[in-house]
């Protein structure tokens, strides 16, 4: 099973700054990956595919890179709306598997 | 608007069965892979089974198989987990979600989700 690491497991921001977050395989998975907001009490939303592809909706200030093993979750200018946890997901293989999540709070 | 709503969960026993529903409406339910998706209370998500299109293939996690059964009823829009022998590491929100891709058994993510509902296992 491939395994998905995410890092930090939480961060503290204040809104208009940029947040960063990891996401690391244990093995290569080329741009099989997917990023996920999650509010609390809520269904996960999609937000990302393909490594880099910004879903219909989703606000430009969202961006995701990388290739292989690392890949970034990148939220520019963070919102009120935007603090939630965020979830990593490889599409590379079954079983799908999920990061650990990053919380996003306010700072 | 296209919608997914899952339905039946509740408290059981461990050792018994429940079975879930998800409801589909706004896109052609009959041309997607679906999946089940749960979260334990706290934890984080976990994968737990796919069907493909026509409900010919379907794959789970280990933690889940041999004990759950994933199926379709095409003609009603509905996707639906049967599980049996429960146990208490079981306990979840269970998510129905769309896969992004074709219909087919290829691994992907998912771009729809239900709301979830709730099992607990305990006695």
């Known amino acids: 099973d491939i395994q998905m690491t995410q890092s930090p497991s939480s961060v503290s921001a204040s809104v208009g700054d940029r947040v960063t977050i990891t996401c690391r395989a244990s093995?290569?998975?080329?741009?099989?990956l997917a990023w996920y907001q999650q509010k609390p009490g809520k269904a996960p939303k999609f937000l990302i595919n393909a490594a880099s592809s910004l879903q219909s909706g989703v606000p430009s200030r969202f961006s995701g890179s990388g290739f292989g093993t690392d890949f970034t979750l990148t939220i520019n200018s963070l919102q009120p709306e935007d603090f939630a946890t965020y979830y990593c997901q490889q599409a590379n293989s079954f079983p799908l598997t999920f990061g650990g999540g990053t919380k996003v709070e306010i700072k | 608007q296209v919608e997914l709503g899952e339905s039946g969960g509740g408290v059981v026993q461990p050792g018994r069965s429940l079975r879930l529903s998800c409801v589909a409406s706004?896109?052609?339910?009959?041309?997607?892979?679906m999946h089940w998706v749960r979260q334990a209370p706290g934890k984080g998500l976990e994968w737990v089974a796919v069907i493909s299109f026509d409900g010919d293939n379907k794959k789970y996690a280990d933690s889940v198989k041999g004990r759950f059964t994933i199926s379709r009823d095409n003609s009603n829009n509905t996707l639906h987990l049967h599980m049996n022998s429960l146990r208490p590491e079981d306990t979840a929100v269970y998510y129905c979600?769309?896969?992004?891709?074709?219909?087919?058994?290829?691994?992907?993510?998912?771009?729809?989700w239900g709301q979830g509902t709730m099992v607990t296992v305990s006695s």
């Open positions: 979600a769309r896969s992004v891709g074709s219909g087919s058994l290829d691994p992907d993510g998912f771009d729809i």
């Open positions: 706004g896109f052609t339910f009959s041309s997607f892979a």
């Open positions: 093995q290569g998975i080329s741009t099989w």
